[in-house]
C-alpha cells in the first residue's frame, strides 16, 4: 500500500466515525426540547457541511496523481482538524 493510499483510508475512517458522531447529534438534537433542538440543527447543519467539504477534498485527493496528492494534503489535513475540532465542541454542547 501506497502512503498516498493509506492516507486516504486513514481519512475516510475518520471520517465515517464522525459520520457516525453526527448521528449521534441528531438523536440527541430530536430527544431536546423545542428551544435547545433549533440551535443543535443549526450547529449538525453546519458540521454536515463542513463534512461535505471535507468529503470533496478526500474526492480530489483520490483523483490526484501521486506526484501532486502531496500538495493537497495540507489543506486536508487544515480541514480535517476544523472538522475535529468542530464536532469534539458540539458533542461537548449536547452532553
Known amino acids: 500500500m501506497s502512503m498516498k493510499e493509506a492516507y486516504e483510508k486513514k481519512l475516510q475512517g475518520e471520517l465515517d466515525e464522525w ?3 453526527i448521528d449521534k ?3 440527541k438534537a430530536d430527544s431536546a ?3 435547545a433542538q433549533l440551535e443543535y440543527y ?6 454536515q457541511a463542513m463534512q461535505d467539504e471535507a468529503g470533496k477534498k478526500l474526492d480530489e485527493l483520490k483523483e490526484a496523481g501521486d506526484d501532486a496528492w502531496e500538495d493537497l494534503k495540507a489543506g486536508i489535513d487544515s480541514a480535517w482538524d476544523s472538522l475535529s475540532s468542530s ?3 458540539a ?3 449536547f452532553s
Open 19 to 21: 459520520n457516525a458522531e
Open 25 to 27: 447529534l441528531k438523536a
Open 33 to 35: 426540547e423545542a428551544d
Open 42 to 47: 443549526k450547529q449538525i447543519e453546519e458540521l
Open 87 to 89: 464536532i469534539k465542541s
Open 91 to 93: 458533542a461537548s454542547r
